[in-house]
């Protein structure tokens, strides 16, 4: 940890609208949010539309990624993640349907939690059980990032340097092992 605490990487995505306007504007505001947050300055990604995902799960999504320093611990930069979603609205009806907003903690530093293990075991388990099951605990990294063009995109934009614990890759390296058709499926809005 530096002076102003570990890099959290945090992804967020709208595609319905919130108290707080349209999926760009939730997206904007939540950036905003997260900047009153940190201990030093906020790198935000563009915005970008996405199809929903799964495919033909709801109208597209407004995604975007945000780098910033914290020095709260992985659940408590969780819970304040969940306050901020709650704040827009954020109902919790299942996995992978329309949100209002969404906040992934996708890294803090280079902690995994909660050990190697379970995070492969997260990682590594096939689509068709990732919608049926969904893990009790907080996983990080993130076990399904390096598999997301819609995350690994604008991740790009503010921590491409950004090395996973397990993998060993950068988010360079795991957006170039992404399909080609998913990579351009993620349009940049200005």
Request: charged residues 20%.
């Amino acid at each position: 940890m530096d002076q102003f605490g570990d890099l959290a990487l945090i992804a967020l995505g709208s595609n319905k609208n919130s108290s707080w306007g349209d999926p760009t504007e939730t997206v904007k505001n939540a950036m905003r949010t997260l900047e009153k947050l940190a201990q030093a300055r906020v790198y935000e990604s563009r915005l970008y539309a996405t199809p929903a995902f799964p495919a033909d799960a709801g109208p597209d999504f407004v995604n975007a990624a945000v780098a910033m320093r914290t020095d709260k611990t992985a659940h408590q930069l969780l819970d304040t993640l969940h306050q901020i979603e709650a704040a827009a609205g954020r109902e919790r009806h299942g996995r992978w349907n329309q949100r209002t907003l969404d906040l992934d903690l996708l890294a803090l530093g280079a902690l995994v939690l909660p050990d190697d293990e379970t995070q492969s075991h997260w990682r590594n388990l096939p689509l068709t059980k990732q919608q049926q099951h969904a893990p009790s605990e907080l996983i990080l990294p993130h076990p399904r990032m390096q598999d997301r063009a819609f995350v690994l995109v604008p991740l790009a934009d503010v921590a491409p340097d950004w090395q996973h614990p397990l993998l060993g890759a950068n988010v360079r390296d795991m957006l170039s092992k992404c399909d080609p058709d998913a990579i351009a499926s993620v349009v940049a809005l200005s």
